[in-house]
C-alpha cells in the first residue's frame, strides 16, 4: 500500500475486525444481509477520521468497486466455502490459499476505497460515535439491515481500541 491512508484503514481494519464479536456481526450481515464487509467498514472508519458520508456518495463508491467485488472477491468465497465440502488435506491446503486470495482481494478493495477519504478530520471523542452512526445509517440505506445492537458491537469495540 503505497499511500498512507490505505494503510491506516488496512490496520483499521484488521483492529476492528480482530474481536469475535465484530466478526460474528460482520460475518452475520454478510451472509444475511448481504452486507460489503469492507465497505462497511470503511464506512467506520471514516466516521472516525470525522468524515460523514451520505446515502448517495456510498452509492457512487459503491458503484465504483461493484465490478471488483462481483468478478473477484465472490466467486474467491464461493470457492472458499465450497472445498469446505472436500475434507481431504490437499483440498484443505488449496481452501487455505484461497482464503489468503481472498483477504488480500478485500485488502485491495480496502485500498481503493481509502482514495474515496478526503477532508478527513480529527473528531472529538464526544463526537465519534455520532459520526460512525450516521455513517452506518447511510450504508444501511444501500440495503443491509443494521440493527442497534450491530452498532452497539462496533461503536464497543471502538471504544476498546481507543483505550489502548
Known amino acids: 500500500?503505497?499511500?498512507?491512508?490505505?494503510?491506516?484503514?488496512?490496520?483499521?481494519?484488521?483492529?476492528?475486525?480482530g474481536a469475535p464479536e465484530v466478526q460474528h456481526t460482520c460475518l452475520t450481515l454478510q451472509d444475511n444481509?448481504?452486507?460489503?464487509?469492507?465497505?462497511?467498514?470503511?464506512?467506520?472508519?471514516?466516521g472516525t477520521r470525522g468524515r460523514t458520508l451520505n446515502e448517495q456518495g456510498l452509492r457512487d463508491i459503491d458503484s465504483a468497486i461493484s465490478d471488483w467485488r462481483s468478478d473477484v472477491i465472490y466467486p474467491?468465497?464461493?470457492?472458499?466455502?465450497?472445498?469446505?465440502?472436500?475434507?481431504?488435506?490437499?483440498?484443505?491446503?488449496?481452501?487455505?490459499s484461497v482464503k489468503r486470495a481472498e483477504l488480500e482481494?478485500?485488502?485491495?478493495?480496502?485500498?481503493t476505497l481509502a482514495g474515496f477519504l478526503t477532508g478527513e478530520t480529527t473528531p472529538r471523542p464526544s463526537d465519534l460515535a455520532n459520526f460512525v452512526r450516521?455513517?452506518?445509517?447511510?450504508?444501511?440505506?444501500?440495503?443491509?439491515?443494521?440493527?442497534?445492537?450491530?452498532?452497539?458491537?462496533?461503536?464497543?469495540?471502538?471504544?476498546?481500541?481507543?483505550?489502548?
Not at 444481509?33 to 470503511?42: S, T
Not at 474467491?76 to 487455505?96: F, G, I, K, T
Not at 482481494?105 to 485500498?111: F, I, M, N, S, T
Open 134 to 164: 450516521e455513517n452506518m445509517r447511510a450504508y444501511a440505506a444501500l440495503g443491509p439491515s443494521i440493527s442497534e445492537d450491530d452498532v452497539t458491537v462496533f461503536l464497543t469495540r471502538l471504544s476498546e481500541l481507543s483505550d489502548q
Open 33 to 46: 444481509e448481504g452486507a460489503d464487509v469492507p465497505l462497511l467498514i470503511f464506512a467506520i472508519f471514516a
Open 105 to 111: 482481494a478485500e485488502r485491495q478493495q480496502l485500498e
Open 76 to 96: 474467491l468465497r464461493h470457492a472458499r466455502r465450497a472445498l469446505r465440502a472436500y475434507p481431504v488435506a490437499d483440498a484443505q491446503s488449496l481452501r487455505e
Open 1 to 17: 500500500m503505497a499511500d498512507g491512508r490505505a494503510a491506516a484503514l488496512w490496520d483499521f481494519a484488521v483492529a476492528l475486525y
